[in-house]
């Protein structure tokens, strides 16, 4: 990639509920002049922002089009129910589905999780966004099923959350427009979710540095140094007014065998 090429900048998308703080920091220690510009985007919309351009890779949820965005799962996420803090359901550390089978479990329509029945009783009306969800939940109309992550980003005085095993959960990726080879920058951002080193040899390779004056001065004296002993005096030069030994490794161990034979 010639420095024309380079872009200016690197846009990262991510959902709510995903934290990129700790691999954009990163980022920036190691690509100072690369600039990562975030791009808040909802789940619904990050997958189409992608694929259109807006963004160069993004932290969404699955599933996305694996025909037209690649991805690489990051991690899966427990699911909680948020409840008022003085809710019955507090005492366990816990909640069944058993439990809820009598609350009225609101399901917003940016929900994220996969439900093919949804549990207990269902409201009325769908609120339009998991944040008007918890504000339900607050005045006492219901409670949400939810991500964790989601929980505590709509984090509340008054409310608390349990985890709900036996659930659908959501699942984060890493994800960018689907090509024969990932764009260098995205490679540097894959290398950096994974946890790999400035230095590793797995994905992108490494540019390579430029010799200092002084290990420039160290090679010319070494090539300085092999050209003199070509022929392998170089390697065994014998010590001035010696003759090289012509028996076993070493002079000093043709003794330790015996005397030589006799021809």
């Given at each position: 990639?010639?420095g ?6 690197f ?31 909802t ?21 996305v ?31 069944s ?15 994220v999780?996969d ?24 005045a ?67 540019t ?9 001065e160290?090679?010319?004296g ?19 007014g010696r ?21």
């Open positions: 990639m010639t024309s090429d380079i872009p200016s900048s846009r990262l998308a991510y959902v709510p509920g995903v934290t990129p703080t700790k691999w954009v920091r990163v980022w920036r220690e190691r690509l100072p002049d690369t600039p990562l510009e975030l791009v808040q985007a789940a619904a919309d990050a997958p189409g922002l992608l694929a259109d351009g807006g963004a160069d890779a993004g932290l969404v949820r699955l599933p089009d694996r025909d037209v965005l690649a991805a690489i799962p990051l991690y899966t996420e427990t699911t909680v129910v948020v409840i008022p803090k003085d809710h019955v359901a507090t005492a366990a550390e816990e909640v589905l058993a439990e809820l089978a009598d609350e009225i479990v609101l399901h917003p329509l940016d929900d999780l439900w093919e029945t949804l549990p207990g009783r269902p409201a009325v009306e769908r609120p339009a966004t998991t944040a008007d969800a918890i504000e339900l939940v607050a006492g109309v219901g409670v949400l099923l939810v991500p964790q992550s989601l929980a505590r980003l709509h984090h509340r005085k008054d409310l608390t959350y349990r985890p709900v095993p036996e659930t659908p959960e959501s699942r984060v990726a890493l994800s960018w427009p689907q090509a024969d080879e990932a764009p260098d920058l995205v490679e540097e951002f894959i290398g950096i979710v994974r946890g790999r080193t400035v230095n590793s040899t797995r994905g992108r390779a490494a390579p540095q430029r010799p200092t004056a002084k290990a420039k160290k090679a010319k070494k090539r300085a140094g092999a050209g003199g002993g070509q022929g392998g005096g170089a390697r065994h030069k014998p010590a001035a003759k090289p030994s012509s028996g076993g490794r070493a002079g000093g161990q043709s003794g330790k065998r015996g005397k030589p034979r006799g021809r």
